[in-house]
Each structure stands twice: as C-alpha cells, then as structure tokens.
C-alpha cells in the first residue's frame, strides 16, 4: 500500500517555473515506477515524466522534454517535479502515481499506475 501526497503547486507567467513535490509513504523498498501526469478539463489523463525508483532511469513526454525535470530523494522518500519555461498549455491538474507491479516503469499510460495522490493545480498565465 502506498500513500502519495503532491504540494508545490500555483499560478505563474509563462516562462516561469514551480517545483511540485509528491511525499510517499507505506512504500517497499525495491524499485518500482513513479510517474507525474496531469489532466486539463476536458482533456484525457496523460503522462508527463517518470522513474524508476531503484535505478534513477527517466522518461519524459515530448511535450515536455528539456524543460521540466524528474527526481527523487530517498532520504525523504519524495518526487520532484522540477518545471521551467512554463506555458499556458501546461495548465492542467498534476498527479503523482506509483506503480509497483513491477519494477520498472511499463509505460505511460494511467491503468499501469495503481496508486494516486489527490492532485495539485498548476495555472500558467500567458
């Protein structure tokens, strides 16, 4: 069973940055997946960025390669999500989820993520 909590996010101007961070709890400790995704109303759910917690490999979206950025501490079993060059089409729900079936990530689609935190809204301002 693993408990996810999101926090970090906010409004800005395009071009700005926010970090959001997703606090896990309950978690084993092999590797598993982690992922960050968001949804924009009306629009479907859709992978943003993930890792494998045991080895570090990351993956992005195209949409948002090169400007937002996937970590972890496991000191403070956290995930980052390090967001810059933020636009308005970015603005959308943002979601941490683990999937622990596995452990590593097997894909981006939603149904391999059984574990979800609650959500953080992340407005971009043009």
């Known amino acids: 069973q693993v408990q996810l909590a999101e926090s970090g996010g906010g409004s800005v101007q395009a071009g700005g940055s926010l970090r959001l961070s997703c606090a896990a709890s309950g978690y084993t400790t092999r590797s598993y997946c982690m992922g960050w995704f968001r949804q924009a109303p009306g629009n479907e759910r859709e992978g943003v960025a993930f890792i494998v917690t045991g080895g570090g490999s990351t993956g992005y979206a195209d949409s948002v390669k090169g400007r937002f950025t996937i970590s972890q501490d496991n000191t403070k079993n956290t995930l980052y999500l390090q967001m810059n060059s933020l636009k308005p089409e970015d603005t959308a729900m943002y979601y941490c989820?683990?999937?622990?079936?596995?452990?590593?990530?097997?894909?981006?689609?939603?149904?391999?993520?059984?574990?979800w935190g609650q959500g953080t809204q992340v407005t971009v301002s043009s």
């Open positions: 989820a683990a999937d622990t079936s596995y452990y590593y990530c097997r894909g981006s689609e939603p149904r391999f993520f059984g574990y």
